[in-house]
T-cell receptor, first 113, second 116 residues
Framework: AQSVTQLGSHVSVSEGALVLLRCNYSSSVPPYLFWYVQYPNQGLQLLLKYTTGATLVKGINGFEAEFKKSETSFHLTKPSAHMSDAAEYFCAVIRGSARQLTFGSGTQLTVLP | GAVVSQHPSRVICKSGTSVKIECRSLDFQATTMFWYRQFPKQSLMLMATSNEGSKATYEQGVEKDKFLINHASLTLSTLTVTSAHPEDSSFYIC????????????FGSGTRLTVV
């Protein structure tokens, strides 16, 4: 069964520092992977997704993620954190014939001034 | 881009009453819609999957008679919480799958339900 694990429920970085949010997947078939961001009391916004093709995926707001099959990882990075990046981030994978999304437990990103 | 409108954004109701939450895809036809529940500081838990014109498929442990889902058209799905109780208080989010984007899941902005 397809699933994702997010390491670190809370990550704090200084403004301008590198952001690294970790996601590992478990899948018996080539996975389709997603990163979403959620601001308080709001829905989810897609940052980026990997389906096929290039393993380095660039998303919105300067985020990118690299699909590494050998490490079963899909970590999210951003070279320089901004205060507006403070939010909850979810990694997700598709499961089932109805293409339901299964979410990781989430990582709360705090950006320190 | 694809937009999903979810209403209401917040609702407070009394115990024992029913509440309906609407999820509309504004500029695309949603072949499939998903309903999630999110507890504070937790991840999204899938409640059910609905396809237009057919019965919803509920996840294990979700009460079908309490959480009624209707997907009567390709642009509208509704979730009705029947005989609501305080433990049903939560953040409910819908997601629509459709449009031209490959694996384009679009999320509504969520509904904060408080049962008093």
């Amino acid at each position: 069964a397809q699933s994702v694990t997010q390491l670190g429920s809370h990550v704090s970085v200084s403004e301008g520092a590198l952001v690294l949010l970790r996601c590992n997947y478990s899948s018996s078939v080539p996975p389709y992977l997603f990163w979403y961001v959620q601001y308080p009391n709001q829905g989810l916004q897609l940052l980026l997704k990997y389906t096929t093709g290039a393993t380095l995926v660039k998303g919105i707001n300067g985020f990118e993620a690299e699909f590494k099959k050998s490490e079963t990882s899909f970590h999210l990075t951003k070279p320089s954190a901004h205060m507006s990046d403070a939010a909850e981030y979810f990694c997700a994978v598709i499961r089932g014939s109805a293409r339901q999304l299964t979410f990781g437990s989430g990582t709360q990103l705090t950006v320190l001034p | 881009g694809a937009v999903v409108s979810q209403h209401p954004s917040r609702v407070i109701c009394k115990s024992g009453t029913s509440v309906k939450i609407e999820c509309r895809s504004l500029d695309f036809q949603a072949t499939t819609m998903f309903w999630y529940r999110q507890f504070p500081k937790q991840s999204l838990m899938l409640m059910a999957t609905s396809n237009e014109g057919s019965k919803a498929t509920y996840e294990q442990g979700v009460e079908k008679d309490k959480f009624l889902i209707n997907h009567a058209s390709l642009t509208l799905s509704t979730l009705t919480v029947t005989s609501a109780h305080p433990e049903d208080s939560s953040f409910y989010i819908c997601s629509a799958l459709g449009g031209v984007t490959n694996y384009g899941y679009t999320f509504g902005s969520g509904t904060r339900l408080t049962v008093v």
